[in-house]
């Protein structure tokens, strides 16, 4: 069995009590990480959440929300303001037609649309095509729905895939392609050709293509394509999102899905059992910010884009190899110009060695071999504590 995507358990460790489909997702990275970045007080490019928060109007809307009393459960789909910003939203950005009512859900982060959707489609037994490197709760929501994974590896430099390999990845059980982009951990954005081989292959076989859009506003080179928005695609997708990313307020774990009725339907009956509702008061800020200005969406992107550079001109000079990242808020880095291949001990050791805190990219990945030498770090975070880390980085090479 491959370590479970996003953990530091290997095969070997097992959590008493758990379940055996969930074995070998004991502790995420993550958590080891943040603990090894407050214990040692390093720079904690690690986990990918910004530094600062969001639009001040934003923020202000959820305080005057929960002045205004909106404070109790809200409709288990999501409140209407909400239901129509998002398909406004879609309508506005990829001119894709949602109905607010029966094909927009709203969710507690992309996290809860991905597990329902996954909980929702699955037979146990049933496989699911994802692209490796992957999001680590890929991993865990498809063992929880009692299916396997299949992975198609993504290759540095350009991340690019092997269509053949994707193609000989579908089986008579694939129920789902799994997709992400832009995508974390690499920061690729899937070209307008390798959306529709995907779509191409999720027509052939019939299968459903979940996608996980939630860097969508993050792009800094080329273009974001939703795969709804290809031919035969808008009735086999279902679309997710979230407001974490795109606004810097991951907290609020405000997220959505929209499909066509059948699909949604069925996601919202598993949705409905996980969280039911929740986070009342920030559906109505969300709501508010969807509807802001293009300036607003380019001035958040054009930010991200001055702390990449930064990062990566910094993490060169460092003597890291760098992969620029076109999306996201992630870059990945080849560590063997120091002359060392383990990223996962190389993690664990900067902090002590020079006070920087990054992930391993081996825990997205099920062929560990393919990541072992691959390094993520975030750069949401302010330009000065970006420049701390180079300057602690730069040690490295001394
Ligand atoms: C690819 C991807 N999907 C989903 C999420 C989680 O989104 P949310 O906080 O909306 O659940 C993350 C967060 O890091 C992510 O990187």
Known sequence: MPVAGGSVAGPMSR????????????????????????????VNLGQGFPDTDGPTEISE?????????????????????LRHAVAEHQRRFYRLDFDPQSEVLVTAGATEAITAALLALCEVGDEVVMFEPYYDSYGAATAMAGAQRV????????????????????????RAILLNSPHNPTGK??????LEAVARICIEHDLICITDEVYEHLVFEGEHIPIATLGGMAERTITISSAGKT????????????????????????????????????????????????????????????????????LRSAGFEVY?????????????????????????????????VAVPNVVFYDNLVEGRHLVRFAFCKR???????VARLEKLST
């Open 15 to 42: 959590t008493p009590h758990l379940v055996s489909r969930l074995q070998g997702f004991g502790t995420t990275i993550f958590a080891e990480m943040s603990a090894l970045a407050s214990e040692t007080g390093a």
């Open 383 to 389: 330009l000065d504590v970006l420049d701390d880390a």
């Open 151 to 174: 992975v198609v590896t993504l290759r540095p430099p350009d991340y690019g895939f092997d269509v053949d390999a994707l193609a000989a990845a579908v089986s008579a059980k694939t």
């Open 247 to 314: 606004f810097s307020f991951t907290g609020w774990k405000i997220g959505w899905a929209c499909a066509r009725p059948d699909l949604l339907g069925a996601v919202r009956t598993a949705k409905q059992f996980l969280t039911y509702v929740n986070g009342a008061p920030f559906q109505h800020a969300v709501a508010l910010g969807l509807g802001l200005g293009d300036e607003v969406y380019r001035g958040l992107a054009a930010d991200l884009r001055t702390k990449r550079d930064r990062l990566c001109a910094g």
């Open 189 to 194: 954005v899937f070209s307008a050709a390798e």
């Open 324 to 356: 620029p990242p076109a999306g996201t808020y992630f870059v990945t880095t080849d560590i063997r110009p120091f002359g060392v291949e383990d990223g996962m001990a190389f993690c664990r050791e900067l902090p002590y060695r020079c006070g920087v």
């Open 61 to 81: 809307a959820a305080v005057a929300a929960i002045r205004a009393g909106h404070n109790q459960y809200p409709p288990g789909p999501g409140i209407p303001e």
